[in-house]
């Protein structure tokens, strides 16, 4: 049995979609126009591990697609995002609507502000990466009125050769607690 932590307002049938020309990271969001996934570290995750699922299609017309799971250290109303690499991995999709996945599970503990796990599968069009453990990250727990959230994950893509025929849609993104 799992319990949905919290998840992007998307779906296959309204999925976020990124592209066009450019080689900076476009990442993607709900929506609610939120690019940051939130993670309450409350009691019920707070020293457990949870799961994160992202999964969606890709289409470039030429060159390498890099997709980037990452954590926010510092997820502010008032300030710039902080962002820090948890898995990230690259392929050559070579057609249209090529398929990924990444799974991640990772702990947090608020007592230390330290947030660690290993991508435990990352499906990039159809070829499929083996486990690696996350390097551990110092994250600010400490709400505050100009913090909305605790720690918060974002979800992007990195085309290596700028078209506007390149387009990434994200149908899934969520944090599962399982149990």
């Known amino acids: ?25 476009k990442r993607f969001s709900d929506r609610t126009n939120l690019s940051d996934l939130l993670l309450p570290f409350g ?10 699922y992202a999964s969606g299609f890709i289409s470039t017309p030429a060159g390498r ?20 690499d948890l898995a990230r991995g690259s392929n050559i ?16 503990h608020s007592a230390t502000g330290k947030v660690q796990g290993w991508v435990e599968s990352m499906m990039l069009g159809g070829v499929s990466f083996p486990k690696k453990a996350t390097t551990p990250l110092q ?17 992007g893509v990195i085309f290596e050769e700028s078209a506007e025929e390149n387009r990434a849609a994200l149908t899934e993104f969520r944090a599962v607690q399982k149990g």
């Open 93 to 108: 999709p070579g057609a249209s609507d090529v398929p990924f996945h990444i799974a991640l599970v990772l702990m947090g």
């Open 43 to 52: 009691s019920t995750i707070d020293g457990q591990t949870f799961e994160v």
């Open 65 to 84: 697609v890099t997709y980037v799971v990452q954590a926010n250290t510092n997820p502010s109303l008032t300030e710039a995002g902080v962002y820090v």
């Open 1 to 25: 049995m799992s319990h949905t932590i919290v998840k992007f307002d998307i779906s296959a049938s309204a999925p976020s979609i990124v592209g066009g020309a450019g080689t900076s990271i």
């Open 139 to 155: 994250i600010n727990f400490i709400r505050t009125d100009t913090h909305i959230a605790p720690f918060s994950l974002a979800m």
